[in-house]
C-alpha cells in the first residue's frame, strides 16, 4: 500500500508565477503534485479567455453538423490518425468507449519517405471540417492550439525547475531534425440511456505523450483519477482552469519521478445532455529512445520519490514500451490498438500483429 496518497486534485494558480515571492510556492506546489498525484488544476492560465470561450462554443455545434459532413473527414481517410470518430468506434483496455470525438492537431508537413521508419509517417496534415459549415472553426482552433502548445513548453520548463534541473534540459526532448506536432481533440459524450452499452465514456488509461491539457468543455462531471490506493477520485470541471496531467513518456523520461496517473471518464446519467472535452497531448520528438536521456537527480529528489511509496493498484496497462522502443512507434502502436479500423487500412503489418485474429468485436488490446 502507498504511503501517500491523495483524495483531490490539487489547484495551482499560474498568476503566482508573476512574482519572486510567490513563485517559490508554485514551484513547490508543483513538485508535490508531480510526484504525489500527477494531475492539476492550472488556473488562470496564460492562453486567451476568448478564445478558451470560442472553443468551448464550438464543441456542440462541430458534432451537430449533418453526419455526411462528419462522415466525409473519417479518420480512417487518414494515415495519420486524425479526423472524426463516430460513437463506439474506439477501443481503451480492451472494450468500446462511448463517445464520439475529431482528432485534430497544431500544423505539421509530413515528410516521410519509403525506407524510413513507419513511425515517422503518424504526423502529417489534419482533417478540417468545411469551412462554409463551420465558419472560423479552423482559425480559432489553431490560434487556441498555438497557446496552449506555447504553454505546454513553459510548463515543462517549469517541471525542470520544480526537479533541480536546468530548465533547457527538457530541449533534448524535442530536438530531431523535425518540428514537432501536438495531438488535440474535442469529445462529446453522449447520456446513458437504453441504446449506449455501457458507461465507459473511455476506460481507465494512461496518457501516452509528455503533458496532457485538458479543458473541461461542459459543466458535467465524469473525469476520474485513479490515487495510489486504487480508489477513483473525481476531477470536476473548475471554470477557467486547465486539467494538467502528465502522460507516460515524462513518467518514464524522470524515471518515475513525475507520475502518469490512471484516468477515465464515465458516461453522463441518463436525461443529462452530453458532456464535452478537449484535451491537448503534447508530444516529443519521434526518434528519440527514451533509455538514451539519463536525468540526473539529486538525493534529495529522489528521497521524495521514495516517500512516496509504490502506486499500489492501478487499472491501467498501456504505453509501457517506452523503455525500449523509440517514442514514435510507441505512439503509433497506442494508435493501432485505440483504432484497430484505421490500422487496418494504412498499417497493415502493424494491425496483423496486434489483431492476429481480425479485427475485434470487442478488442483485445488494452
Ligand atoms: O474527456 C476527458 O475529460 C478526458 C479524456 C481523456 O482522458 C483522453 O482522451 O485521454
Ligand atoms: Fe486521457
Do not use: C
Not at 508543483?30 to 476568448?50: C, D, E, K, M, Q
Amino acid at each position: 500500500m502507498a504511503s501517500s496518497t491523495f483524495s483531490s486534485v490539487p489547484i495551482l494558480d499560474y498568476s503566482l508565477l508573476a512574482s519572486p515571492s510567490t513563485r517559490a510556492d508554485f514551484i513547490a506546489q508543483l513538485r508535490h503534485a508531480l510526484i504525489n498525484v500527477g494531475f492539476l488544476y492550472l488556473s488562470h492560465p496564460p492562453v486567451a479567455r476568448t478564445d478558451i470561450d470560442a472553443v468551448i462554443d464550438y464543441a456542440p455545434r462541430l458534432f451537430a453538423l449533418p453526419q455526411t459532413a462528419k462522415n466525409a473527414i473519417r479518420m480512417a481517410n487518414s494515415e495519420h490518425f486524425f479526423g472524426y470518430s463516430r460513437l463506439g468506434a474506439e477501443i481503451t483496455k480492451g472494450k468500446t468507449d462511448q463517445r464520439e470525438q475529431f482528432d485534430f492537431a497544431t500544423p505539421y508537413e509530413n515528410r516521410w519517405s519509403p525506407g524510413e521508419p513507419e513511425y515517422l509517417r503518424l504526423w502529417g496534415p489534419v482533417q478540417w471540417p468545411d469551412e462554409d459549415l463551420l465558419p472560423g472553426f479552423k482559425d480559432t482552433m489553431l490560434r487556441y492550439l498555438a497557446q496552449v502548445e506555447r504553454l505546454s513548453y513553459e510548463f515543462s520548463g517549469l517541471i525542470a525547475e520544480a526537479f533541480g534541473l536546468p530548465a533547457e534540459m527538457m530541449q533534448s526532448f524535442y530536438k530531431g531534425d523535425a518540428p514537432i506536432q501536438h495531438r488535440a481533440k474535442v469529445v462529446k459524450y453522449p447520456p446513458l440511456d437504453d441504446g449506449l452499452a455501457s458507461n465507459q465514456g473511455v476506460g481507465p488509461h494512461y496518457d501516452g505523450g509528455f503533458l496532457t491539457f485538458l479543458l473541461q468543455a461542459s459543466p458535467h462531471p465524469g473525469l476520474q483519477v485513479q490515487n495510489l490506493a486504487g480508489e477513483w477520485i473525481d476531477a470536476p470541471p473548475i471554470p477557467g482552469t486547465f486539467v494538467i496531467n502528465i502522460g507516460k513518456a515524462l513518467e518514464t523520461a524522470t524515471q518515475g519521478l513525475a507520475r502518469a496517473t490512471s484516468h477515465r471518464v464515465l458516461s453522463p446519467p441518463k436525461g443529462s445532455t452530453p458532456r464535452y472535452s478537449i484535451p491537448f497531448f503534447q508530444n516529443i520528438a519521434q526518434r528519440l529512445s527514451l533509455k538514451d536521456i539519463q536525468l540526473q537527480f539529486s538525493p534529495e529528489i529522489l528521497k521524495l520519490k521514495e516517500d512516496r511509496g509504490e502506486v499500489g493498484t492501478t487499472d491501467s496497462v498501456n504505453y509501457s514500451e517506452y523503455d525500449r522502443l523509440p517514442v514514435g512507434l510507441v505512439n503509433l502502436i497506442g494508435r493501432v490498438k485505440s483504432h484497430p479500423d484505421v490500422a487496418e487500412r494504412h498499417y497493415p503489418d502493424l494491425f496483423k500483429q496486434f489483431f492476429p485474429q481480425g479485427m475485434p468485436l470487442q478488442g483485445s488490446a488494452y
